[in-house]
């Protein structure tokens, strides 16, 4: 048995697991209210956590660069690396010039 199907396994029964004891707690005894309650607190609380960070990260990240901005930096580099084989290859002789 490979690693994953062993970890898929182990995922599976603990699953079973808990909507096993969940299903109890609910249903079977006299925590059910507060089991319920909490639940609901877990699952408004995480929704609204991961909205708010979301938010947080939209609200503190800068704009990115206009494209023609970019677009520019990249015309300005290649005019700078053309400029620097020109001067570095210098005038070329062919076989039929010599």
Do not use: C, H, N
């Not at 909490?38 to 704009?63: E, K, M, R, S």
């Not at 084989?85 to 039929?96: A, E, R, V, Y």
């Amino acid at each position: 048995m490979s690693r994953d199907q062993l970890v898929g396994g182990l995922l599976l029964a603990a699953s079973a697991a808990v909507i096993a004891i969940y299903g109890w707690l609910v249903f079977l005894t006299e925590y059910y209210l507060l089991v319920l309650k909490l639940t609901g607190f877990i699952a408004i609380a995480g929704v609204f956590g991961i909205l708010g960070w979301i938010g947080y990260t939209l609200a503190t990240t800068p704009p990115p660069k206009p494209i023609e901005e970019i677009e520019k930096e990249i015309e300005e580099e290649l005019k700078k690396i053309e400029l620097e084989t020109k001067k570095t290859s210098g005038p070329s002789q062919t076989p039929s010039q010599t």
